[in-house]
RNA sequence: GUCCCCGUAGCUCAGUUGGAUAGAGCAACUGCCUUCUAAGCAGUAGGUCAGAGGUUCGAGUCCUCUCGGGGAUGCCA
């Protein structure tokens, strides 16, 4: 597992039926061909001791050859040590077997022991089928079929705008919750807002600074400013962007200078914190994503939770006295040592807060819970896990996800931030100059495991080969080609059979078997908690329908309206059809829209 | 020092619990628009998968070591 997160396993229910649950639907057809491939091994004739050694290890797996056929397994190799026999052999036998399998037309042996099989026209058929009845849940699991779980993403701090690094955390975390949906989880998806402690009155300070600063409230000697660092009333400003500025000079509009003197320090800080906030709603707005819950620290000291997980760490033993400290046994879970809760002067250190925040998510009773988290806090994760375990519940459930740096590529050079400048790269900007769709989509196109370079010259570009335009063209054109098909009268077929039997050329076939693998890219997805998967795949879709579309180009007998077949005509509307509805489906699991038509602008043709 | 991540084409990165001849996008070169949208397609070129051992029918993938890059290791948050 490549990730830098734990206990993935516990989060992969799917596939795996749940006894009080019905089947959510009926199996794709990768896992009836997988069922009948172990249920031909299990036979004594075949391997029959050995088959559960096969069990997790033989599969069908997509060909790489067209020579090699539509799908291979490797099932016999797995199987032929354990029993002492030639893999050839065994080959020879589950070939054999599969033969008899209605989905598969042919099974052949080839080289060390693979089985190479094509499919049967029932098998096409079933594809087709399948998209049309599922529409825009094809490939999609039964909603809530699988574990619940608490989504954690983004929970910037309200002290300022978000950045280009949120952007990757607003795009990945809600895209990973639809990617969970689609698997039949129940996702919640939920802000933490740290609005408490020093950093909040950091923030009131910086504001009523501002306010001070736009009523005209400033006595001499108050500011010191030496270009690095502003100072107010001897203390450092710690937020000295111009978003306070603004936010400042609005709320000073209506107010004379006795009441902004007036107000307490804390006001400030509230007053600054819900104007940040309402600029981080308005953000990830921009970017679509919206949160089904936001929890404030303020309001979880309020209610005396953070006091009571205190309580729980001590009354289980997970805490120690030393050094006039108090002490969690973070060790115990991959800490290198153990971390302070409350300091010699008493004061609570950040951890307690966040413990009590997990206590109340587990108090909602999720079946996981799931947070994203910058790299630059791999140091949570222990904690967390020894704080969740000191009261009392089963940090087993918490999945970190640590996701990494990105950096903005202008004009081929990286563009340098300073967050103490306070210029720093702001997700509104990136937005608006990219688009959401484009922003989103290379925001997800990476592994959470590299950095990655978001090049804005490329990101903009409507005219060249941007990926995303690629497959939103090709959705189009399909949309296109549907308008053309109804003036034509030439409509999909509606006999799946019909037109499997009709979709006979090598690049519907690879379609048809690139579509089949979408629900497996899915499960796959939400397995290994990626997303990167998804906009691969549905680059790769978009390749084969503009290779499609353009061999009509050159050769007549490759349209899709007027292949002077009527029947073919309609078949390949059926496949358009799928192929479009595959390429929504997955646009969808990325946020990104799924345009009817793309009108080029007189601009970009140029 | 310890722990985690990364090292694959000129650049940015994929590579499905170990599978057959290692891929995509960008950049480069050559072609293809009287036709269902050329925001497209075909072709060419580009690789000691950081290095060395090991495991086996089979390793980019798993194990060990080495070398590089990044991150985490506060009584900060």
């Known amino acids: 597992m490549a990730h830098t997160h734990c206990d993935v396993d516990a989060l992969s229910t799917h596939g795996r039926a749940t006894p009080f649950l019905p089947r959510r639907r009926m199996p794709h057809l990768k896992e009836q061909l997988n069922g009948a491939l172990l249920a031909a091994v299990r036979l004594d004739a075949v391997a029959g001791a050995a088959a559960p050694l096969a069990a997790d290890r033989a599969v069908f797996g997509p060909t790489k050859n067209p020579a090699h056929g539509d799908l291979a397994t490797n099932a016999a190799m797995v199987v032929a040590k354990p029993l002492g026999k030639n893999p050839a052999e065994v080959a020879e036998k589950l070939a054999g077997q599969l033969r008899a399998h209605p989905l598969i037309e042919s099974a052949e042996v080839a080289k060390p022991g693979f089985v190479n099989i094509r499919l049967s026209t029932?098998?096409?058929?079933?594809i087709l089928q399948d998209i049309v009845e599922r529409a825009s849940t094809y490939g999609h699991m039964t909603p809530n079929s699988a574990g619940s779980i608490l989504l954690e993403f983004v929970s910037a701090n309200p002290t300022g705008p978000m950045h280009i690094g949120h952007c990757r955390h607003a795009a990945t975390g809600d895209s990973l919750c639809r990617i969970l949906q689609a698997a039949g989880h129940k996702v919640g998806k939920e802000f933490y807002i740290n609005d408490a402690g020093v950093q909040l009155e950091a923030l009131g300070r910086s504001f009523r600074f501002r306010c001070f600063?736009?009523?005209g409230l400033l006595g001499p000697g108050d500011v010191q400013d030496d270009g690095e660092k502003i100072t107010f009333q001897g203390e450092t400003i710690s937020y000295p962007?111009?978003?306070l500025k603004a936010f400042a000079e609005d709320f000073v509009a209506n107010k004379c200078k006795e009441e902004i003197g007036g107000l307490t320090p804390s006001q400030f800080a509230w007053e600054a914190r819900n104007r940040n906030l309402q600029l981080i709603v308005h953000d990830l707005a921009a970017m679509g994503v919206a949160f089904d819950n936001y929890v404030s620290e303020q309001a979880l000291r309020d209610s005396g939770a953070v006091e009571r997980a205190l309580d729980a760490l001590t009354k289980n033993g997970m805490t120690y006295e030393k050094d006039g400290a108090l002490w969690l046994r973070t060790q115990d879970f991959g800490d290198n040592e153990d971390r302070v809760l409350r300091k010699k002067d008493g004061a609570l250190t950040y951890?307690?807060?966040?413990?009590?925040?997990?206590?109340?998510?587990?108090?909602?009773?999720?079946?996981?819970?799931?947070?994203?988290?910058?790299a630059d806090h791999g140091g949570y994760p222990p904690r967390l896990r020894a704080g969740?375990?000191?009261?009392?519940?089963d940090e087993k459930k918490l999945t970190v996800l640590l996701?990494?740096?990105?950096f903005l590529i202008k004009h081929g050079h990286r563009v340098k931030f300073s967050k103490r400048a306070g210029n720093f790269v702001a997700l509104s900007d990136v937005v608006e100059e990219a688009g959401a769709d484009a922003t989103r989509w290379f925001m997800l196109c990476r592994s959470i495991d590299s950095e990655f370079e978001f090049d804005?010259?490329?990101?903009?570009?409507?005219?060249?080969?941007?990926?995303?335009?690629k497959v939103q063209y090709a959705h189009a054109r399909i949309c296109s080609l549907t308008q053309k098909g109804l003036e034509a009268h030439i409509l999909p077929s509606t006999d799946a059979t019909v037109a499997a039997a009709l979709l006979t050329a090598p690049i519907e076939r690879e379609m048809l078997l690139y579509i089949a693998q979408f629900p497996e890219m899915i499960e796959r997805s939400a397995k290994e908690l990626s997303v990167h998967n998804v906009p691969a795949y549905v680059l790769g879709l978009a390749d084969l329908w503009n290779r499609y579309w353009t061999m009509a180009k050159t050769d007549d007998s490759f349209r899709v309206i007027n292949s002077g077949n009527r029947d073919l005509s309609?078949?390949?509307?059926?496949l358009a059809n799928c192929v479009r509805q595959t390429l929504a489906n997955g646009l969808s699991l990325m946020g990104i829209t799924a345009p009817q038509r793309m009108e080029r602008d007189e601009e970009d043709a140029s």
Request: glycine share 6%.
């Open 213 to 215: 600063e736009a009523v």
């Open 351 to 374: 951890m307690v807060p966040d413990i009590a925040y997990h206590l109340d998510k587990y108090q909602r009773h999720f079946d996981q819970y799931l947070n994203i988290f910058g």
């Open 241 to 243: 962007g111009d978003y």
């Open 403 to 406: 996701l990494r740096l990105v």
């Open 388 to 393: 969740i375990a000191g009261v009392g519940e």
């Open 456 to 469: 804005m010259d490329l990101a903009t570009q409507h005219t060249s080969q941007n990926p995303v335009f």
């Open 122 to 126: 029932k098998a096409f058929a079933s």
């Open 570 to 574: 309609q078949a390949r509307m059926l």
